[in-house]
Structure formats: C-alpha cells, structure tokens
C-alpha cells in the first residue's frame, strides 16, 4: 500500500512557482506602498474644498428646535 502512494506520487509532475518566494514579498510589499500613496493623496479633500460647503439649516437640524436626545 505504502509503495503504491510513493509510486503514485513520484509519477505526479512537479510545480514550480512562478516566481522565487522572496519576489512574492517584494510584490506585496510594493502593492502595500502603492495602496499607502493612493490612501496619502486623499489626505486634504475636505480642507480643499471648505469653500464648498453649504452650512447646515438649523430648521433641519433639530437641535434649534427645542428638540433633546
């Protein structure tokens, strides 16, 4: 039995990764710094656009209205 699971398996064909396993650290890390600078880019969206905004109506908001939580 055990002779027939070796024989089997020294038939099977070997798989080779694609590439080393160091170069599937580089590419994670690389896709982690590029993820990162993307992340970064949104940093002042808000800040940009201030002048934007239009300020809330205290009609709408509920807290003028007598209204408490």
Known sequence: MIE????????L?????P???WG??????LAFIL???ITFSYRDVQ???TDEV???I?????HASGQHH
């Open 4 to 11: 027939t699971v070796n024989l089997l398996a020294s038939e």
């Open 47 to 49: 800040n940009r656009h």
């Open 58 to 62: 205290p009609e709408l908001d509920g």
């Open 54 to 56: 239009i300020p809330p």
């Open 24 to 29: 599937f650290a580089v590419v994670a890390v």
């Open 19 to 21: 590439m080393a396993p």
């Open 35 to 37: 993820l990162g600078l």
């Open 13 to 17: 064909p070997e798989h080779t990764m």
